[in-house]
T-cell receptor, first 112, second 113 residues
């Protein structure tokens, strides 16, 4: 099946710093989502971005589908940004019908 | 709030027991997905239902089963529970059968003692 790799695995920042999280995937995909899992365990949708660039406040994401990677940018980080960031992809066809495949996540810690 | 609800939030039970987790999708969503998040396996897809019918299966154990009812809510049944079944179980929903944004519920944290 498709492989999803996220880097870095851990990231520690001071409040106000910027960061870039990367997601590489091993095959072409039809859908890519970024999620933030907060310390209470809830998975929050950040972006649905199979290709192109999107922005939402201090967060933006870019997916280059032809090169099989996506980037999540966090600017002016805040302590509330702490948690785990997941990239998940979906590929049509075969037994993967309907299945989101998740990366292992990037654990972000933002210190005040 | 994603609009997806899951009950209960926490469940503590013993090995060998059976539990049922419940999920109500967002209004208008026909697809329901179940995922398991554990420390060693990460987030894994279990099963998908679309408008009452099973559409896709992932790494779901034979001891686990699910169904989607006519009102579109779904239940995940876990039986003969083992210590390794302790995990966070998420339900997600989306409008079409495939490919669209999946919205996740708050999860049910299952602890098997």
């Amino acid at each position: 099946g498709i492989q999803v790799e996220q880097s870095p695995p851990d990231l520690i920042l001071q409040e106000g710093a910027n960061s870039t999280l990367r997601c590489n995937f091993s095959d072409s995909v039809n859908n890519l989502q970024w999620f933030h899992q907060n310390p209470w365990g809830q998975l929050i949708n950040l972006f649905y971005i199979p290709s192109g660039t999107k922005q939402n406040g201090r967060l933006s994401a870019t997916t280059v589908a032809t090169e099989r990677y996506s980037l999540l940018y966090i600017s002016s980080s805040q302590t509330t940004d702490s948690g785990v960031y997941f990239c998940a992809v979906w590929r049509a066809g075969g037994t993967s019908y309907g299945k989101l495949t998740f990366g292992q996540g990037t654990i972000l810690t933002v210190h005040p | 709030d994603s609009g997806v609800t899951q009950t209960p939030k926490h469940l503590i039970t013993a090995t060998g027991q059976r539990v049922t987790l419940r999920c109500s999708p967002r209004s208008g969503d026909l697809s329901v997905y179940w995922y398991q998040q554990s420390l060693d396996q990460g987030l894994q897809f279990l099963i998908q239902y679309y408008n009452g019918e099973e559409r896709a299966k992932g790494n779901i154990l034979e001891r686990f089963s699910a169904q989607q009812f006519p009102d579109l809510h779904s239940e995940l049944n876990l039986s003969s529970l083992e210590l390794g079944d302790s995990a966070l179980y998420f339900c997600a929903s989306s409008v079409p059968q495939t490919g669209d944004t999946q919205y996740f519920g708050p999860g049910t944290r299952l602890t098997v003692l």
